[in-house]
């Protein structure tokens, strides 16, 4: 019988601790206080205390935090001149941009990009409806990657890691907030577009409109008609790029691109959307690379021209290129037009409008060991002020509940080995 009760009470009491952590899981500042490996974005996120406080009162939110190997990293970044001079307007959206309303565990993740909005909303450096995203995909070997500006890919290598408000992913690259179309057309080989964008007087539309997608022909579809290209009037060239441009009431990432979806465009033509042998298309031409993000939408590399006098061709899967619609004849020694119109390349942010501060700099790379101690006290009485809210009544119903809980799997425990 002694043993029988011995047996009862530990089983009773293992079972308790279990029920008492999920009725009580650790908060955020424990969580990130139990690993080191985030010792880095400790320091980073309590020192917009703003931001931390809000996330202590999140019920349902998904942070993408970088490891300390991540930080390490930022020096040779395009985010490194913005920490470097602690930038905090900069430093803050990147910020922003690691955290995503919801909760999206790793497993609701699939081969299909997922496009889901963040907390960076500041219209300085995004103008997409709801916060500007960041893409998601599961990989072969069950790996999870995240995209986002200039096509920086972060692998997620801890997951799901749950506290009070939601869930920390740990990634082993900081997320790059997408840049202006004239920015990020250099990052993919796209300088002709670009160029031509800012020829045609169309460059200040397409870096700072709401929600545009964008399809970009590869250099060599301009290279094939430069001749043509630079020798027609801007007005006629204009004409042609805007039928490039869709402005929607959405972003039209590749998951809302479906066999069919018939898009208006600046121009007022209509493109339309097919998919055939494994590939996408919009009207005849093959969509090359999808999904490049940009700080107002997206765009998606095409293999041709689209031309807005023939919106109704479609496509011929089963040429590798179909040959251009438009017709003209490109430069000697084909040299790629428009190029010397394209402004010099911006390697990093912009950080003439930003306010210095001493928040977080690279000089504060290093110290987050020791900046987990010195948290502890500000974190508490954040989560003391924040458990003052709740009215004694709700403290003592849910201590109730509790106990209800557990002195009935005690009793059904002892019940089910015969000593009551």
Do not use: C
């Given at each position: 019988m002694r043993a029988n009760n011995v047996t009862c009470l530990f089983t009773f009491f293992a079972i308790a601790f279990v029920a008492l952590a999920q009725q009580n899981?650790?908060?955020?500042?424990?969580?990130?206080?139990?690993?080191?490996?985030?010792?880095?974005?400790?320091?980073?996120?309590?020192?917009?205390?703003?931001?931390?406080?809000?996330?202590?009162?999140?019920?349902?939110?998904?942070?993408?935090?970088?490891?300390?190997?991540?930080?390490?990293?930022?020096?040779?970044?395009?985010?490194?001149?913005?920490?470097?001079?602690?930038?905090?307007?900069?430093?803050?959206?990147?910020?922003?941009?690691?955290?995503?309303?919801?909760?999206?565990?790793?497993?609701?993740?699939?081969?299909?990009?997922?496009?889901?909005?963040?907390?960076?909303?500041?219209?300085?450096?995004?103008?997409?409806?709801?916060?500007?995203?960041?893409?998601?995909?599961?990989?072969?070997?069950?790996?999870?990657?995240?995209?986002?500006?200039?096509?920086?890919?972060?692998?997620?290598?801890?997951?799901?890691?749950?506290?009070?408000?939601?869930?920390?992913?740990v990634i082993d690259n900081f997320l790059i907030p997408p840049r202006t179309f004239t920015q990020t057309v250099p990052q993919f080989n796209l300088t002709a577009a670009g160029g031509a964008a800012e020829n045609a007087s169309l460059?200040?539309?397409?870096?700072?409109?709401?929600?545009?997608?964008?399809?970009?022909?590869?250099?060599?579809?301009?290279?094939?008609?430069?001749?043509?290209?630079?020798?027609?009037?801007?007005?006629?060239?204009?004409?042609?790029?805007?039928?490039?441009?869709?402005?929607?009431?959405?972003?039209?990432?590749s998951s809302n691109l479906s066999n069919g979806t018939v898009l208006r465009t600046l121009s007022g033509q209509n493109l339309t959307i097919s998919f055939a042998s494994n590939s996408l298309f919009v009207n005849q031409a093959r969509v090359l690379q999808q999904d490049l993000l940009i700080a107002n939408g997206v765009m998606h590399v095409i293999d041709n021209f689209l031309d807005p006098d023939a919106p109704s061709v479609t496509a011929n899967p089963e040429l590798p290129t179909a040959p251009p619609l438009i017709q003209g004849t490109s430069l000697s020694e084909n040299i790629v037009p428009f190029t010397s119109f394209l402004?010099?390349?911006?390697?990093?942010?912009?950080?003439?409008?930003?306010?210095?501060?001493?928040?977080?700099?690279?000089?504060?790379?290093?110290?987050?060991?020791?900046?987990?101690?010195?948290?502890?006290?500000?974190?508490?009485?954040?989560?003391a002020s924040q458990s003052s809210t709740k009215s004694a009544a709700e403290r003592v119903d849910s201590s109730s509940m509790g106990l209800k809980v557990l002195a009935g799997l005690f009793g059904a425990l002892c019940w089910s080995i015969g000593i009551v």
């Open positions: 899981p650790q908060d955020l500042t424990q969580l990130l206080q139990s690993n080191k490996n985030l010792s880095e974005f400790t320091t980073l996120l309590t020192s917009y205390g703003d931001i931390y406080a809000n996330l202590s009162f999140q019920s349902q939110v998904t942070i993408l935090a970088p490891n300390n190997d991540a930080f390490n990293k930022i020096p040779y970044t395009i985010l490194g001149p913005a920490f470097e001079a602690n930038q905090s307007q900069i430093v803050r959206s990147v910020l922003q941009y690691h955290i995503l309303p919801g909760l999206h565990p790793s497993g609701s993740y699939n081969g299909t990009f997922s496009f889901d909005k963040t907390w960076m909303q500041d219209t300085s450096y995004t103008n997409v409806t709801g916060g500007q995203v960041v893409g998601g995909v599961e990989q072969a070997g069950d790996v999870n990657i995240f995209t986002s500006g200039m096509g920086t890919r972060s692998t997620l290598i801890t997951a799901n890691l749950r506290f009070a408000g939601g869930i920390v992913h460059a200040e539309y397409a870096n700072t409109h709401k929600d545009l997608t964008i399809f970009v022909p590869q250099n060599s579809a301009f290279q094939a008609l430069g001749a043509t290209l630079q020798s027609m009037p801007s007005s006629e060239l204009q004409r042609i790029l805007d039928y490039h441009v869709v402005n929607s009431t959405t972003v039209l990432y402004p010099t390349s911006v390697t990093s942010f912009d950080t003439s409008s930003a306010t210095p501060t001493s928040s977080f700099g690279a000089s504060d790379i290093g110290k987050g060991a020791s900046a987990l101690a010195t948290t502890t006290t500000s974190a508490t009485s954040s989560r």
